[in-house]
């Protein structure tokens, strides 16, 4: 019964595997062994598929957009082998899968390639030259195939013709193409369509045969050229290059209007004339060809300023000087670039009119110089185009007429010569037979005229005690007078003039002059000089109080000089002058080189052998200007070398004169000034300069024979002692001491040294310097924040005294001034004024000291303009000067280097050098959009930036 039991197990196990093998069986349907998919028209993709799946009953297809998600499009019988999907959408990726079924069994599915259906969906066909057209398309908004996937291809037929040709290709990224080197006035057709990475269906925009055509434009015009031909007529030329035109049509355009067209021509045309222009018009002109169904290719415009000079006059007259106006019609948008002003000249008693000056294209002034003073000069202008067309002389053929000024070669000047009296001096040579006017201030602050004069060199006015009075002073001849002389401020009151006034030395490097004041009531000393080439007495120089001595180093071999020296008291008290006897400064070129060297204490000289007929060498010294040669020693001949001990207290000048008994054959070395005397002390002024990190310290020059300077400072908190900190040459009057602390007291001292020894100590002067600036309106600079807080530790810069810089505010013309020459430490010589620069103005110090050291002129009317923001080009301007004035020398480097900027042609000529050197060293960079802006004012930061960008070059590079 057992076995029975487990024999019937046993059966039923293998009946329950044969069933469980048996439904294994019917659900695993395989999948179809290829699923393909692909465009099959417009609108419509088919996919195909193996259908012999066994045991499938029927098929299911599925459908994925782009990275969707997949939906069932159709279930089909098991004999379908293909099913065409018309749902279709351009701009999209679609991905297939198909699997079998049987009942409720679903097979394994299988998965087609991704099929990217796209084609253009707009294209726009037009021509752009007569060789030339230009297609553009568009891809649907929504596409969504990269454009790394896809290329359009373009076809072309020409017509008449049914065969479309491929013409170029271009990647998804591009939606233009040009087709070229086709011919004129002729019709083409074109299509296109696209290329994915997995399909290339020929589903074309336009979906037809025909295509989109445009027509080739006319060929235009060329070798346009518009000519002035009378100051009312512009001719236009062209050359005709198309075969096809039935016309031309000759457009122009006003100013920045619109073309509009002024007559239209017959074909085979090549001039026109165009009657209508207007004096101040900018006009643009520009030829096209049309036919009967043919648009024509513009050709290149041409522009035409049609200006002619409407007003001519003589804007200013003087001594020798006359400037010419002229103006033109509109409201200054166009410039004449197209012609330039001839202008003539004819003197009064002369029938000739010469050509004196033909102007650049543009420009409205002429400065005529070198004229005879009280003469009259005729003037006229025409204009010359660039096509050598001449208008008729301008505003006549007699031309306009006026006189220069009067030369007044004078002096003048005055002093009190008692309470009530004041004498006014001028030089009565000079004057001639013309009349002197002399005008004098009134209260109401009107010059009103004082006396007219002949024949006198000299005018006493009685005044109130004490009054200041104000003079100037002209001549007259006739209808004709001189400018005025700069007006005189003389107090009604008397000062001692000086004594003992004598040229103590003469080098070939100066002229030394002393002299003498009992009284300690001046404020300074006026010296004036008079060279013989020149013939008048001119104020050269102001010293301090209590400095008697001056060195004239502005002087020139082979002249004469007399000086004059008188003292003044705060700029309107002075004395009368004492002049010393003309002193003829003559240094013949030297035969030999002689140099000296000292030793312990003696003087080694030695020379070339300069000399083949000396018998001997000798060796003479002379110890002032009025002083006779000494001989010091004989020495043998072809001997070039001697020693000796000089005495103290001698003023040598040393030559070796090569001895030969016939006089003719002598020959002389170089002279050579050396002093055994100890040099005089100098005096130690106030310094003007001092920011928290540098002193400037300046002092008079009171010897003559100094080799240096030596500087002493002490810290008044931690020293007591002098230490000396540094050392200038001789000559030099200014010492930068950039090691000082904030916020600390020193005191300081300078003594002058030469081989002798040093000077006494000069007086002390105290400086407290003060604690660091920071600005509160800066933060926003940070391109300008080194710039702003180096120079005010060098004092350079000061702020408000609020604590705030003002980075964004116009910086003037006399303010950039002063942060030069504070900058390079120039001494300061307030000597002078301009018309706008007086005593009384805080910049005359500044603006006085540039004109001194070369760095400003005042214009051609004497005026600097101070107040004014200063221009960009005028900032690099006037640092190029104050770098030159400083011993420096700046490459210059071609100017092309700037033409890359697109104002270069704003640049005045005078700063073009000064631009190039400053942009190529790396001083001065552009304010963007490719522009430098030379006529730009600048800001306060700007300015700070260029200073601070100048003084690190020159310091980095030395040069």
Known sequence: MKKLVIFLMLISLFLINMEIAAAASLSALSAPSYVNAFVYKSGNIQ????????????????????????????????????????????????????????????GEAKESYPVEYLFPSVLKVEPVSDSEIRLTWKYPYS???????????????????????????????????????????????????????????????????????????????????????????????????SENETGYRIERKTGNGSFVTLKSLAANTTSYEDTSAVNGELYTYRVTPFGKSQSGTSSEEVIVPFLFPISFEIKETYNTQITLSWAYPGSGYIKPDNSVVIIERRESGHD??????????????????????????????????????????????????????????????????????????????????????????????????????????????????????????????GYIDSDYTEAVDISAERINPVK?????????????????????????????????SEGIWKHIATTNQGQYVYSDTNIQNGETYS?????????????????????????????????????????????????????YYVVEYKANVNDVWHTLDNIPPDMTMYRFVPKPGIDYTIRVRAYNDNPIYESYSNEVFYSSKIPDIPTLFAPTIV????????????????????????????????????????????????????????????????????????????????????????????????????????????????????????????????????????????????????????????????????????????????????????IVYYSVKAIEAAGYKLEQPPLYILFQFKDYDQISPFAQSSFASLYYIGIINGI???????LYTATWAEAATIIYRMLQVLKNTGN
Do not use: C
């Not at 998804?172 to 369509?193: C, M, N, P, S």
């Not at 963007?928 to 030379?934: R, Y």
């Open 47 to 106: 996919i195909n598929w193996d259908n012999n799946v066994p045991d499938a009953t029927g098929f299911t297809i599925q459908r994925k957009t782009d990275d969707g998600n997949y939906i069932t499009l159709a279930n089909v019988s098991r004999n379908t082998y293909r099913y065409n999907d018309v749902n279709i959408t351009n701009g999209h990726v679609y991905t297939y899968r198909v699997y079998a079924t049987s009942g409720s069994l679903l």
């Open 143 to 241: 596409n969504t195939i990269p454009e790394t996937n896809y290329q359009t291809i373009i076809e072309r037929r020409e017509d008449g013709s049914s065969t479309w040709l491929s013409i170029g290709s271009v990647s998804g990224d591009q939606d233009t193409f040009v087709d070229t080197g086709l011919t004129e006035a002729k019709r083409y057709f074109y299509r296109i369509r696209t290329i994915t990475t997995t399909s290339a269906p020929y589903l074309y925009y336009p979906n037809n045969s025909t295509g989109y055509y445009a027509i080739t434009l006319l060929k235009a015009p060329t070798n346009v050229k518009a000519q002035i031909t009378s100051t009312s007529k512009v001719k236009i030329t062209w050359e005709d290059n």
């Open 352 to 477: 000739l009119w010469e050509v004196i000056h033909t102007t650049k294209p543009g420009e409205t002034e002429y400065t005529d110089n070198d004229l005879k003073p009280g003469t009259r000069y005729y003037y006229r202008i025409r204009s010359r185009f660039d096509d050598d067309f001449v208008t008729d002389y301008f505003p006549t053929a007699n031309g306009v007429s006026e006189y220069t000024k009067l030369s007044l070669d004078t002096h003048f000047y005055g002093y009190a010569i008692s309470d009530s009296e004041i004498r006014l001096e001028w030089d009565i040579n000079a004057i001639g037979d013309r009349t002197v006017i002399i005008e004098k201030l009134s209260s109401s602050g009107v010059f009103e005229r004082l006396t007219s004069l002949l024949r006198v060199g000299s005018y006493i006015d009685d005044v109130v005690p004490g009054s200041i009075n104000t003079y100037r002073m002209k001549i007259s001849a």
């Open 500 to 532: 003992n006034l004598f040229v103590k030395s003469v080098t070939p490097e100066r002229v030394f002059i002393t002299w003498e004041f009992d009284d300690a009531t001046e404020t300074g000393f006026e010296i004036w000089r008079l060279s013989d």
């Open 563 to 615: 000086y004059r020296v008188r003292a003044v008291k705060s700029h309107t008290v002075f004395s009368r002058f004492l002049t010393t006897s003309p002193i003829h400064v003559s240094f013949p070129k030297p035969d030999g080189l002689l140099v000296i060297s000292r030793f312990d204490d003696a003087l080694y000289l030695g020379w070339d052998d300069f000399s083949d007929m000396e018998r």
């Open 691 to 874: 920011g928290s990190n540098r002193v400037v310290i300046k002092w008079a020059d009171l010897s003559d024979n100094e080799d240096e300077f030596v500087i002493y400072r002490k810290n008044n908190l931690s020293q007591e002692e002098y230490k000396p900190i540094g050392s200038v040459p001789g000559n030099t009057v200014v010492y930068s001491d950039e090691t000082v602390l904030p916020q600390n007291s020193y005191s300081y001292i300078v003594r002058a040294k030469n081989a002798a020894g040093l000077s006494f100590e000069s007086n002390e002067v105290v400086v407290e310097t003060p604690e660091e600036k920071y600005f509160s309106d800066v933060s926003d600079y940070p391109w300008a924040l080194d710039a702003i807080y180096s120079l005010s530790a060098m004092g350079i810069v000061d702020g408000d005294g609020k604590g705030n810089f003002n980075p964004s505010g116009s910086i003037t013309r006399a303010e950039f001034i002063k942060l030069l020459v504070a900058s390079f430490s120039f001494p300061e010589t307030p000597i002078g004024s301009f018309e706008d620069v007086s005593v009384n103005d805080w910049y005359h110090r500044w603006v006085m000291t540039a004109y001194r050291h070369g760095i400003v002129e005042p214009d051609e009317n004497g005026m600097f303009m101070p107040n004014m923001p200063i221009t960009r080009q005028d």
């Open 928 to 934: 963007g959009n490719d522009k430098l802006g030379p």
